[in-house]
């Protein structure tokens, strides 16, 4: 583990930020802390780069415990959500701050910026003051002045917050590819799902302090090990009785039923639903454009269930009656998740 | 035109005219009848005043103690409005609230504040008078009054500044491994440069022409304490009007150059900070 902490906890006032947070990262791997805001996640990312001290508990950096270790002498690289470009530099004398500070030689200073300059897409821009670039330009002269030290682990606080949607959605795999191909250690934080699976090589979950579970982004979005991983996914419609939907294991006594937009089919009644038999019927009560597709919001047994359908399926209307196939609910007992698949996928099927 | 712009047009003129004339009566006419007395018994009248020895002692104090208020104020306003912005701390509402107060109270009672402090009715008289440490009717009074009713000045000026700012840029830089004094010098001070020239300006002209406080601790010693404002309100006295507005013009003349100063401070801070 090239960097692991243990046991860690720390309040601020009556608030308590971290609860006992333990975990490792394996060197050269991209890490993604998800969690909502307020579940501490920044809290952590702040303890490794030295910008606050834990309670109790040891953050260990390389193998040494780094504790008492000053910010400065860490060796890690940090971006800040705001970026926190200094706004009276040139994107030069932002980059080349940590390395003069550093003492490096001038001509060392001079080849290695204009290398990151290069690197990050930013030729022709070294003498631009920060309120002279967009949003998604300031980001990568953020991480070019974080990478300017070399930094053994870097450390990203939420690096898209403040970044319009389409640039978001660049920038995400611009930062994959660069962190891949430098091979550098990396945290980021974020509270968007979608961002943690599409960067991350492995997801942290984060909760109310604790950790909720840690696997790769596959692993936490199919198998969630605790009620709140599992309703954090999708936008996914929660209700109490899985009893009104047939066809699914009986588990006992259950807090909650989670149903993902993905795992349910919506068919028009003019179309063929392949487990006809399992299926239940609804009324559509509401129709959203979504972009991407039509997100439905059916009536089933007295139950709202979120949908999706695509364009290029017939149209459905409000007011319309539909057979739903629901594939796969996760049913929640305390602090267990019970995966259920329906039934029906596992019985020999007659098409008529 | 309809009957509503017709009408705000009318306010507007209204108000500019009130503006303008409150101006005039309140502000030009006083200054120019300044000037108009001091030259009233000509050119040679006016410059026999003004080089006068009492006159020339007078300016000079008067700068002196400008000078020692600006520089200590300066080192007080930038601890205080740091310590302020950048740390929480017990007392912090005590001391925000302390740093305006000789704005709030009057200068005539801090002269009499430190007159008891440090005056003969003082404990402190003894042992001031045993280090030969002279405060009230000397010059160390007088700056000491100077400091006193100008310091909020430049704290003043710089806490809005930083406190808009939060820490981030300051955080970054400490973690690239810079020091206190080089994160001040090449991160803070850049964003509050044109906000502290403004408060030293702003200082210097409080400064210049403080009368109440130093008139109590002064003693008003003729070429010893006499400050410039001092100094005028003697030659008044004394019915010497020609010298009295003569020496008047002096200090309105340095009040000028100051607000010249202030405007192009700025006006260059303006175009600096919207191009950045």
């Not at chain 2, 740390?87 to 009499?112: E, Q, R």
């Not at chain 2, 020239?197 to 702003?202: D, P, Q, R, T």
């Not at chain 2, 200082?203 to 100094?231: D, I």
Request: charged letters at 20%; aromatic letters at 10%.
């Amino acid at each position: 583990m090239y960097v692991e902490l243990k046991n860690i906890n720390k309040s601020f006032g009556n608030f308590k930020a971290s609860n006992d947070v333990s975990f490792g990262i394996e060197k050269g791997k991209l890490i993604g802390l998800l969690g909502p805001s307020g579940s501490g996640k920044t809290t952590i990312l702040r303890m490794i780069a030295g910008l606050e001290t834990p309670d109790s508990g040891d953050i260990i950096v390389n193998d040494k415990v780094v504790n008492n270790v000053p910010a400065s002498k860490r060796g890690i690289g940090f971006v800040f959500q705001s970026y926190a470009l200094f706004r009276y530099m040139t994107v030069f004398d932002n980059i080349a701050f940590g390395l003069k500070i550093q003492k490096v030689p001038e001509n060392e200073i001079k080849e290695r910026v204009l290398e990151l300059v290069k690197l990050t897409g930013l030729s022709g821009l070294e003498n631009r003051y920060p309120s002279q670039l967009s949003g998604g330009q300031r980001q990568r002269v953020a991480f070019a002045r974080a990478l300017a030290p070399n930094p053994k682990l870097l450390l990203l606080d939420e690096p898209f917050a403040a970044i319009d949607a389409k640039v978001r959605h660049e920038l995400r795999h611009w930062l994959k590819e660069m962190i891949a191909k430098l091979g550098v250690t990396s945290i980021f934080v974020t509270h968007d799902q979608d961002e943690a699976i599409e960067v991350a090589d492995e997801i942290i979950i984060m909760n109310k302090g604790g950790i909720d579970q840690i696997g790769n982004p596959l692993e936490v979005y199919s198998n969630p090990k605790t009620a709140f991983v599992a309703s954090f996914f999708g936008q996914p419609s929660i209700f109490k009785d899985y009893n009104k939907f047939r066809r699914f294991d009986p588990v006992g006594e259950v807090d909650q039923v989670i149903v993902r937009p993905e795992f349910v089919k919506v068919t028009k009644k003019t179309e063929t639903q392949k487990y006809q038999n399992s299926a239940e019927e609804g009324v559509v009560t509401d129709v959203a454009f979504r972009g991407t597709g039509l997100e439905l919001t059916i009536l089933v047994n007295g139950e709202n269930i979120t949908a999706r359908r695509r364009f290029d399926q017939a149209p459905i209307e409000v007011g319309e009656k539909v057979d739903v196939f629901i594939y796969r609910i996760f049913a929640t007992a305390g602090d267990k998740v019970y995966p259920l698949e329906n039934q029906s996928l596992r019985e020999p099927v007659v098409v008529i | 035109m309809n009957k509503e712009t017709t009408s705000s047009k009318v306010t507007k003129w209204v108000l500019i005219s009130i503006s303008f004339i409150f101006i005039a009566l309140m502000l030009l006419l006083p200054l120019i009848t300044v000037i108009i007395e001091a030259f009233k018994q000509g050119w040679d009248v006016y410059k026999q005043a003004v080089v006068d020895d009492y006159t020339v002692h007078a300016v000079l104090l008067t700068v002196e103690a400008t000078v020692f208020a600006v520089i200590i104020n300066t080192v007080f306003g930038l601890s205080a409005a740091w310590s302020l912005t950048k740390f929480n701390f017990k007392g912090k509402k005590i001391l925000t609230t302390l740093i305006d107060l000789p704005v709030t109270v009057s200068p005539i009672i801090a002269g009499l504040i430190f007159l008891l402090t440090f005056g003969r009715q003082s404990p402190l008289f003894p042992i001031l008078q045993d280090l030969d440490i002279k405060i009230v009717f000397a010059v160390p009074g007088i700056v000491l009054a100077t400091i006193f009713v100008t310091f909020p000045f430049i704290s003043r000026e710089l806490i809005p500044v930083l406190e808009s700012r939060g820490n981030d840029e300051e955080e970054a830089a400490a973690l690239m491994g810079a020091g206190g004094f080089t994160i001040f010098r090449k991160v803070t001070f850049p964003h509050i440069k044109w906000a502290f020239l403004y408060g030293v300006v702003l200082c210097t002209a409080r400064a210049m022409g403080e009368f109440g406080a130093v008139s109590v601790l002064s003693g008003h010693l003729r070429g010893k304490t006499n400050t410039l404002p001092l100094h005028v309100e003697i030659l008044f006295n004394e019915f010497q009007y020609v010298p009295a507005f003569a020496v008047a013009s002096i200090l309105v003349v340095m009040a000028i150059i100051i607000l010249i100063l202030r405007s192009v401070i700025e006006y260059t801070g303006m175009r600096k900070s919207n191009v950045r």
